[in-house]
C-alpha cells in the first residue's frame, strides 16, 4: 500500500513539533526516516498510526484520509512496532502477544477465527518465533522480544509498516537478520532508525527530518551528502556505496563544532554523486523490491577498512542497485 | 475451569446458606430454595424457612455479586490504569462512599435523614469519581497516572471530611461507621438484590465484550492505538462501566477492601492474561471467595459478626507479599 503524508503540521504544548511534512511511502518500498533526536521522528510517525491527529495536513494509506477511517480500518492497512509497552503488569505470552495482532479484524462480538489462528502461525513461522510461542514476553531476549513484536504486527496483515526503532538494542547479526525478514514480506515500510548506516543499507529511500521539517527525501547516496550530515546530525562524515554495492556511512573522529554552519564540510569536495541510473541489469524490475542485500559478512575480498576520505576505490558501475527509481 | 469455578460457587453458596447459628442440613437448604424458586413442593417449618430464605440466602446471594463485582472492577483498573497495585478503589470510590454514608449515619437527624445509607454511599462515590474524572483529564483525555494521583488526592480530601464526622459521631454511631466502612452484607435484603444484580451481570458482560481491546491496552497506549484501539474512548468508557461496578457494590455491602486488588493477579496466575477468559474467571472467583469470608465473618467469633474487610484483608495481604516474592513480571513494572 501506499503512504502518502502531505503537509502535515503538529504542534504539542504550543510548541511546533512538525511543519509542513510530506513524503511518500511506494508500493512494497522501504523508506527510512533518519534525523537527530527530537526532530520530530516518533511524532510523525503517531500521526500514521492514528495516534495523534495532525493539526493540518493529511495522512492517506492507500488513498484514505486515515482520519476518515475508524481506528480498526486504519488499523487493518497500518501496523506498527514501537518502543512502548512489554505487556504491563501481566505476564503475556509469545502466542498471545501475537495474537493481539488480530484486534483491528474484530468487533465486540468477534471470536476468534480460523483465519486468525492462520494468520498468527504464519507471523510466528515468518519472524522464526514458532518455538518461544508458550514463552512469556519478559522473558524473551532484545531481539527475541523484537521478532514478537514484528510477528504481532505481520499477524495484523497490514499494507504498510510502520517501525520505530526496531533494531534498538539489538547485536549487530540481530540487526541483520531483523533487517532481511522486513525485505522479505514486501510490505511497504517506513522506518525510523538512528543508525544511518543500517539505514542506508536497508532502505530504498531516505527522508531527512530536521526540526520538524523534511530537509531532504530521496535516494539514500542523494541524502546523506557530507552538508547534510554536517548540518542536521553535527558530525563530519560522508557516505559512499563500497565496491561490495553496500553504501556505508564513514564518521570522522571528532564531531564538528557546536552550531555547525552549513558552510563547513569536512569531505574534500561535494562529490558528484553517482546518479542513480540503473545498471542494465539492475533495472527496476517488475516488483520494486531489490533481491536479498549482500551480507556483509567477514568480507571475501579484501578491501581496506574505509578511512575518513571517501573510499579510493569506487566501482564504476555498482552491480546491484538498491533504489528503484520510485516515482 | 469456569465450570469448575461455577460449581465451586454453588457448593460454596450452599453450605453458606446451612451453616450458622442454627445449622440447616444441605438437603432441606435445597427443598426451600426449590420451594421458593418454583412455588412447588413442600414448604419447611416456618423458622427454618425464615432463616433460609429470608436470612441467609439474600446474604450469600449479596456476598457473591459483591465479590464478583469487585473482582471485575480490579481486573480492569489494573489493566486501564496499567498499574498492578490497582484496585476497584483507586479512583477514589471508596472515599467518596464513605462520606455518603457516615454524612447519614451521624446526621440522621439533619436535612439528609431521609436518605438511605446506599444511596448515599453511591451518591458519594459518584461525586468523588466525577471529580477524579475531572482532575485527571489533560487536553481532553484521560492520563493514567494523573487519575491514580488524583484518585489518591481526592481520596484524603474526603477522608478528612469523613474523619472530622467521625470525631463529632456517638459511639454507636461510631460503631456502625466502622462496619460500614470495613464491609458487611448482614444487612441483604431481597428486595436490594434484583438492581444489584442486573448492574453486576450486565456490567461484567459488558466488560467481557470489551476483553480483546483490554488486551491490547496491555502493551501501551500507543501500541494499543497501532492495533487499532480508540484508547481513549475505550479507557473512559472501561472506567465508567468499573466505577458503576464497583459504586454499587460499595453501596450495599461497604468498603471491603482486597477482593479487587488479590482475586485478578490469583486468577491472572492461573488462566494468563486474556481478558476475555480473566473476566469470567474471575467474577466466579470472587463470588467464592466473598461467600466463604462471609460465612467465616459470622462463625468465627459466634455469636458476634466480623466486618468482611477484616477477614478479607487477613488472608488477602499475606497472599499479596507471597504474589510478591514469586511473581518476576512484576519487578519490570
Known amino acids: ?327 | 475451569m469456569p465450570a469448575v469455578l461455577l460449581a465451586l460457587l454453588v457448593a460454596a453458596m450452599t453450605v453458606a446458606v446451612s451453616v450458622g447459628a442454627v445449622t440447616v442440613p444441605l438437603g432441606d437448604v435445597w427443598r426451600i430454595v426449590g420451594h421458593h424458586l418454583t412455588g412447588g413442593g413442600p414448604a419447611a417449618d416456618p423458622v427454618t424457612d425464615q432463616i433460609v430464605w429470608t436470612f441467609r440466602a439474600p446474604r450469600v446471594v449479596l456476598a457473591a455479586l459483591a465479590g464478583a463485582g469487585l473482582a471485575v472492577s480490579g481486573v480492569v483498573l489494573q489493566a486501564v490504569v496499567a498499574n498492578p497495585l490497582a484496585d476497584p478503589y483507586v479512583l477514589g470510590v471508596s472515599s467518596g462512599a464513605s462520606l455518603g454514608a457516615v454524612l447519614v449515619i451521624t446526621l440522621t437527624t439533619g436535612a439528609l435523614g431521609g436518605l438511605g445509607v446506599s444511596t448515599a454511599a453511591f451518591a458519594g462515590a459518584t461525586g468523588a469519581v466525577a471529580l477524579v474524572f475531572l482532575l485527571g483529564r489533560r487536553a481532553g483525555r484521560l492520563a493514567p497516572t494523573r487519575l491514580v494521583l488524583s484518585g489518591v488526592a481526592v481520596g484524603y480530601l474526603f477522608l478528612a471530611a469523613t474523619s472530622y464526622l467521625q470525631l463529632r459521631a456517638t459511639p454507636t454511631e461510631l460503631r456502625t461507621v466502622m462496619f460500614w466502612m470495613l464491609g458487611s452484607v448482614a444487612g441483604a435484603k431481597w428486595e436490594q438484590l434484583p438492581l444489584v444484580t442486573c448492574v453486576v451481570l450486565t456490567g461484567t458482560a459488558a466488560l467481557v465484550l470489551f476483553g480483546r481491546r483490554l488486551n491490547a491496552l496491555l502493551v501501551g497506549d500507543e501500541s494499543a492505538a497501532a492495533l487499532g484501539v480508540d484508547t481513549h474512548r475505550l479507557r473512559a468508557a472501561l472506567l465508567l462501566l468499573a466505577s458503576l461496578l464497583t459504586g454499587t457494590v460499595i453501596a450495599v455491602a461497604g468498603g471491603i477492601g482486597f477482593v479487587g486488588l488479590m482475586i485478578p493477579h490469583l486468577v491472572r496466575l492461573t488462566s494468563g492474561a486474556d481478558h476475555r477468559r480473566l473476566l469470567p474467571r474471575s467474577a466466579l472467583a470472587g463470588a467464592v471467595y466473598l461467600v466463604l469470608v462471609d460465612l467465616l465473618s459470622r462463625t468465627l467469633d459466634r455469636p458476634n459478626e466480623l466486618p468482611l474487610g477484616i477477614l478479607t484483608a487477613l488472608f488477602g495481604a499475606p497472599f499479596f507479599l507471597w504474589l510478591l516474592r514469586r511473581n518476576k513480571s512484576l519487578d519490570t513494572v
Open chain 1, 1 to 327: 500500500m501506499k503512504l502518502t503524508v502531505n503537509g502535515v503540521h503538529l504542534t504539542l504544548d504550543h510548541r511546533p513539533v512538525l511543519r509542513d511534512v510530506s513524503l511518500e511511502v511506494p508500493p512494497g518500498a522501504v523508506v527510512g526516516l533518519v534525523g537527530p533526536n527530537g526532530s520530530g521522528k516518533s511524532t510523525l510517525l503517531r500521526t500514521i498510526y492514528r495516534s495523534l491527529r495532525p493539526r493540518g495536513g493529511v495522512v492517506r494509506v492507500d488513498g484514505d484520509d486515515i482520519w476518515a477511517l475508524s481506528a480498526r480500518a486504519a488499523a487493518r492497512r497500518t501496523a506498527a512496532v514501537l518502543q512502548d509497552g512489554n505487556g504491563g503488569p501481566t505476564a503475556m505470552r509469545v502466542t498471545e502477544m501475537v495474537a493481539l495482532g488480530r484486534t483491528a479484524h474484530h468487533g465486540l462480538l468477534g471470536r476468534d477465527t480460523a483465519e486468525d489462528l492462520r494468520a498468527v502461525a504464519e507471523a510466528l513461522d515468518l519472524c522464526g518465533v514458532r518455538d518461544l510461542a508458550g514463552r512469556e514476553v519478559v522473558s524473551l531476549s532484545g531481539g527475541e522480544r523484537q521478532r514478537v513484536l514484528l510477528a504481532r504486527a505481520l499477524a495484523q496483515r497490514p499494507g504498510l509498516l510502520v517501525l520505530d526503532e526496531l533494531t534498538n538494542h539489538l547485536d549487530i547479526r540481530a540487526r541483520f537478520e531483523l533487517m532481511d525478514l522486513i525485505r522479505t514480506t514486501g510490505i511497504s515500510t517506513l522506518a525510523v532508525l538512528h543508525d544511518l548506516d543500517l539505514a542506508a543499507r536497508l532502505c530504498d529511500r531516505l527522508v531527512a527530518l530536521h526540526r520538524g521539517e523534511v530537509v531532504a527525501a530521496g535516494p539514500v547516496l542523494e541524502v546523506l551528502t557530507p552538508g547534510l550530515l554536517g548540518e542536521v546530525f553535527g558530525v563530519a562524515a560522508s557516505a559512499a556505496r563500497h565496491a561490495d554495492g553496500v553504501v556505508r556511512v564513514t564518521y570522522a573522529a571528532e564531531p564538528l563544532a557546536p552550531e555547525p554552519s552549513p558552510a563547513v564540510t569536512p569531505g574534500p569536495e561535494p562529490r558528484p554523486e553517482p546518479s542513480p541510473r540503473p545498471g542494465p541489469n539492475s533495472g527496476p524490475g517488475p516488483s520494486p523490491r531489490p533481491g536479498p542485500e549482500p551480507r556483509p559478512t567477514a568480507g571475501p575480498e579484501p578491501r581496506p577498512t574505509p578511512a575518513l576520505e571517501p573510499p579510493p576505490e569506487q566501482p564504476p558501475e555498482p552491480e546491484r542497485e538498491p533504489q528503484p527509481s520510485v516515482s
